[in-house]
């Protein structure tokens, strides 16, 4: 080989070489640079890594921190609860769901005292066990397994009921426990000694003054005995005195006696029923009534002072309203006489309206009452209307002094009605009237409700003539309900105008101005419409009988009229209609007595019907009776009777009388010495055993209590009069009880 060849081959060598040292070298630095970014790369999440971890170092640098300050609450809050439960004066105590205790305030564990066995860990049986082994508890009457026993079911049950147990120290504590969720209970023991003290004493004090108040009533009863008896002088003699022939001086003195003498018995009775009514002692006793009826009868009582006053008394009772009910007439009655008779008291002119309005219900039976009394009178301030219902309270100013009157009424009859299920109520306004008025819901009574007698077709057109627009209404609303065409005029002047020929009645009023009811009978009379049956309204029909104008009107009717009262004469005079008034006319006048006055019972009718047949023997009256006054009074009442009277002085004495003297009745006073009423009368029942006799005794007693009819009547007797006697009432008995082979009792009867 040539050194040139030689040499090119070492220069191509020399060259590829070099090519291959660049190639590495370029590989190199690529994977250099590779190596450079990599490391960069790597250095960068590093540095990330390194911040995160700081981060996550500070965090729980700082949860380290808040749970420390959370435990440090924690611990304060824990620490000042316990503090907490400790001050508290009552025992306060925690039960896990196994009943063993978790812990305890001081005044739990106080009643442990020196038993170490209470103390967290102990069961709440144990601790039970406990109480009645070492008597810290007074288990009264129960034996301490007993006593465990019902405290243990308690303690199970999922609720237990609050209970209080007395300790040893007398001491009562009241144990609450709740039951939380888990079953965990928490145990509160609260000292009420003091409560169960005070309560003690108000007990007994309330005890005391039911002592008192009883003693109160026994008083009350005596000292109405006692009163009542004197009265029953006073009351009775003036009546007596009142029969026999006085002068006017004397007449005014015996009459003024005697109504002072009914005034103080009217308080006694106020007096009475109100100290009754405190005591728990005043008791209803239901009965069928008539509601309309009692108004009525309320009504006829209060017309002279009615009339007197010239004042104008309307009864306006719903036509759709039955008025048989079951309720105690006689303290319906009592509200009704005493609002009514307040409203006739406080009004000096213009009128009195009874309003009675009611919805009965089908189905239930029972009917809401509204009873409202209306006046025109002198109305009640403002201020004083919630004060009229208390008692003794009266609307005191110088108007009122006129009027007299105890200031229990009102009182009374609010009570009355609450007692009733009902409520009162009033408005009023000063110089203007009042209204008072009661609600009460009573049943109906079985049986049929009386209703109206069907009207004769013939009635169909009233001409109804009235001053006052109520009384107006309240007729026209009572006969358009029963069909008949109404034409209302407020004066005779008007009436005479509307009056025409398809008038069948003309129904007037009495008392009117400028032309009265018997001025417009004649004026009709005298005219061309004098067949037309002329009906006239008054509140004072004796004055209307004796006037001369009488002959133009075919009835008179006491105003204000019962309802069915209206209907009837209505249809006795429709009927009558057409040629026969002049029959109704002399009907009407022969009937024409108070509606309300019983007729008198048929035997005794025929007693003095002059065919009788006269008896032999008189009738024989017993009346025992120790005070010496009673007996004159009782003597003098029965003065003028065609009866052998005999008088013993008390119960043995009667009962020798009775045997010897064989009375058809005896008249027995209550309270006697040695022997009483009742005591004697059950000897009388005990001896007449076996002879088919009953002699019918009568109680006469100043004793007005409740109660003391219904012993009375137990004791034999058969009927009960309280003193003052009424001279009435007796001769009624008389009357009612004459044996058929005695001679009627009652000469002028
Ligand atoms: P009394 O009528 O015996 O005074 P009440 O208890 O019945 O007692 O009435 C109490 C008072 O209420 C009356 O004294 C009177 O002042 C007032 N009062 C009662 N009813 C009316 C009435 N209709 N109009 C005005 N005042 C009345």
């Given at each position: 080989m040539s050194l040139v060849n030689k040499l090119a081959k070492e220069r191509r060598a020399r060259l590829a070489a070099e090519r291959l040292l660049e190639l590495k070298q370029a590989e190199l630095s690529s994977a250099n640079r590779k190596l450079g970014r990599h490391a960069l790369a790597l250095t960068k999440q590093i540095g990330a890594t390194q911040a995160e971890v700081a981060n996550v170092r500070d965090e729980n640098e700082k949860v380290k921190s808040d749970l420390s300050a959370a435990n440090h609450k924690i611990e304060v809050a824990e620490r000042r609860l316990w503090h907490s439960i400790q001050t508290i004066q009552d025992g306060f105590a925690f039960f896990d769901a196994d009943s063993k205790l978790i812990g305890a305030n001081a005044a739990y564990l106080n009643a442990f005292e020196g038993l170490d066995e209470v103390t967290p860990g102990v069961?709440?049986?144990?601790?039970?066990?406990?109480?009645?082994?070492?008597?810290?508890?007074?288990?009264?009457?129960?034996?301490?397994?007993?006593?465990?026993?019902?405290?243990?079911?308690?303690?199970?049950?999922?609720?237990?009921?609050?209970?209080?147990?007395?300790?040893?120290?007398?001491?009562?504590?009241?144990?609450?426990?709740?039951?939380?969720?888990?079953?965990?209970?928490?145990?509160?023991?609260?000292?009420?000694?003091?409560?169960?003290?005070?309560?003690?004493?108000?007990?007994?004090?309330?005890?005391?003054?039911?002592?008192?108040?009883?003693?109160?009533?026994?008083?009350?009863a005596n000292m109405s005995h006692e009163i009542r008896t004197p009265m029953n002088g006073v009351v009775g003699m003036s009546e007596l005195l009142g029969d026999t022939k006085l002068d006017e001086d004397q007449r005014l003195y015996v009459d003024t006696i005697r109504n002072s003498g009914e005034a103080l018995l009217v308080i006694i009775n106020d007096v009475l029923d109100y100290s009754k009514i405190e005591a728990d002692r005043l008791a209803l006793y239901p009965e069928p009534f008539d509601l309309e009826r009692s108004i009525h009868e309320i009504a006829l009582l209060l017309q002279p002072t009615v009339r007197d006053k010239g004042l104008t008394m309307l009864v306006d009772y719903d036509l759709f309203l039955p008025t048989r009910f079951v309720g105690d007439p006689g303290r319906i009655r009592q509200v009704l006489t005493n609002l009514i008779g307040n409203a006739v008291k406080f009004t000096h002119t213009g009128h009195v309206v009874v309003r009675v309005t009611g919805v009965p219900d089908a189905e239930t039976r029972p009917c809401a009452i509204h009873v409202a009394i209306e006046d025109t009178g002198i109305g009640i301030p403002d201020d004083k209307i919630d004060h009229v219902f208390g008692e003794f309270n009266q609307v005191e100013n110088e108007r009122n002094r006129q009027f007299d009157g105890t200031g229990l009424g009102l009182a009374i009859s609010k009570r009355l009605i609450e007692m009733m299920g009902g409520s009162v109520w009033v408005e009023s306004e000063e110089n203007k009237g009042s209204c008072f008025g009661f609600r009460v819901t009573l049943p109906l009574a079985d049986g049929p409700q009386p209703a109206p007698p069907p009207l004769p077709s013939k009635l169909r057109h009233v001409l109804v003539v009235d001053d006052l627009a109520v009384n107006r209404a309240i007729?026209?609303?009572?006969?358009?309900?029963?069909?008949?065409?109404?034409?209302?005029?407020?004066?005779?002047?008007?009436?005479?105008?509307?009056?025409?020929?398809?008038?069948?009645?003309?129904?007037s009023d009495h008392n009117m101005p400028e032309m009265d009811g018997l001025e417009l009978a004649q004026a009709i009379g005298d005219g061309p419409y004098a067949s037309v049956p002329f009906v006239l309204h008054s509140s004072n029909p004796a004055m209307a009988q004796t006037d001369p104008c009488r002959r133009y009107v075919q009835a008179v009717l006491q105003k204000p009229l019962p309802r069915a009262e209206l209907y009837s004469r209505l249809s006795e005079l429709g009927a009558g209609l057409q040629g026969e008034q002049a029959r109704v006319a002399q009907n009407l006048d022969r009937e024409e007595v108070n509606p309300l006055t019983p007729s008198p019972a048929p035997h005794e009718r025929e007693a003095h019907s002059p065919q009788a047949p006269q008896a032999e023997r008189k009738m024989r009256i017993l009346a025992a009776e120790d005070n010496r006054t009673n007996q004159l009074v009782f003597q003098k009442m029965v003065q003028d009777l065609d009866v052998d009277l005999r008088f013993a002085n008390d119960g043995v004495d009667a009962l020798r009388a009775y045997s010897e003297f064989r009375p058809d009745l005896i008249f027995m006073d209550i309270s006697m010495p040695q022997m009483d009423g009742k005591e004697a009368t059950t000897e009388i029942r005990q001896i007449e055993q076996g002879t088919g006799r009953r002699v019918p005794i009568i109680a006469l007693t100043a004793h007005a209590m409740d109660g003391d009819a219904e012993e009375i009547l137990s004791a034999g007797l058969d009927f009960y009069m309280t003193k003052p006697l009424r001279k009435a009432e007796i001769l009624d008995r008389i009357r009612s009880h004459c044996p058929e082979d005695a001679r009627h009792p009652i000469l002028y009867d």
């Open positions: 069961s709440y049986m144990r601790i039970l066990q406990v109480m009645t082994d070492e008597g810290i508890v007074n288990t009264e009457e129960m034996s301490a397994v007993e006593w465990r026993a019902m405290m243990t079911d308690r303690w199970l049950s999922l609720t237990p009921a609050p209970i209080v147990i007395r300790m040893w120290n007398d001491q009562y504590v009241k144990l609450i426990d709740q039951r939380g969720h888990g079953g965990d209970v928490v145990s509160l023991a609260l000292n009420i000694t003091s409560t169960v003290r005070y309560e003690a004493q108000i007990h007994a004090a309330r005890e005391r003054a039911e002592a008192a108040n009883r003693a109160k009533s026994a008083f009350l007729l026209e609303k009572q006969m358009t309900q029963m069909g008949i065409r109404v034409t209302s005029c407020s004066s005779g002047r008007e009436a005479l105008e509307q009056l025409e020929s398809s008038v069948d009645l003309v129904l």
